[in-house]
């Protein structure tokens, strides 16, 4: 069946330094696939999404490019902050279907 | 525009005891979904419906699970009788579906479950 796999965390930066959290994916057909943010103690939001090949999903300073020839969404941030401290979800979902979540990255930024 | 709403935000109960959790999802979206967040097991999916009608149920860890949903804006989560392993954030989200799209989802503020 369908799964994402995501780079294990922690992952600790200090302030400014460049982010890069690994995601890759396996899946029939095309799926759409999105970044989910969890602050502490929050529920999950929506980060940013890319729906078809060579897509590139950005917000916030956050971007992904949907690769379909390596199956990857890799997140990515040029210069990250401690607000950025929390847990990073790569999902997918086919049409129709729940999404498929990753187990998270949690990200951790000091200043 | 108000998000999912998810209540209480908090609940403690006893052992044996019901637990109803409740869910009232973003006003025109039609699917809702229930999860699941424990340090040990992630992110768990239990129910999705789809225009009020149960899909996939097979997250469901067992009987002492269910769940309804009466209408397009209300959604409750029971579990009777609840067990301290029951313990975890449970999430509610709702999607708007668009034919053909694969949409995503907005999720509610949880509700932390602890069951002594």
């Known amino acids: 069946g369908d799964s994402v796999t995501q780079m294990e965390g922690p992952v600790t930066l200090s302030e400014e330094a460049f982010l890069t959290i690994n995601c890759t994916y396996t899946a029939t057909g095309y799926p759409s696939l999105f970044w989910y943010v969890q602050y502490p103690g929050e529920g999950l939001q929506l980060l940013l999404k890319a729906t078809k090949a060579d897509d590139k999903g950005s917000n916030k300073g956050f971007e992904a490019t949907y690769r379909k020839e390596t199956t990857s969404f890799h997140l990515e941030k040029g210069s990250v902050q401690v607000s950025d401290s929390a847990v990073y979800f790569c999902a997918l979902n086919q049409a129709g279907t729940a999404l498929i979540f990753g187990k998270g990255t949690t990200l951790s930024v000091s200043s | 525009d108000a998000g999912v709403i998810q209540s209480p935000r908090h609940e403690v109960t006893e052992m044996g005891q019901e637990v109803t959790l409740r869910c009232k999802p973003i006003s025109g979206h039609n699917s809702l979904f229930w999860y699941r967040q424990t340090m040990m097991r992630g992110l768990e999916l239990l129910i999705y419906f789809n225009n009020n009608v149960p899909i996939d149920d097979s997250g469901m860890p067992e009987d002492r699970f269910s769940a309804k949903m009466p209408n397009a804006s209300f959604s409750t989560l029971k579990i009777q009788p609840s067990e301290p392993r029951d313990s975890a954030v449970y999430f509610c989200?709702?999607?708007?579906?668009?034919?053909?799209?694969?949409?995503?989802?907005?999720f509610g503020p949880g509700t932390r479950l602890t069951v002594t």
């Open positions: 989200a709702s999607s708007p579906r668009r034919v053909g799209g694969k949409y995503e989802q907005y």
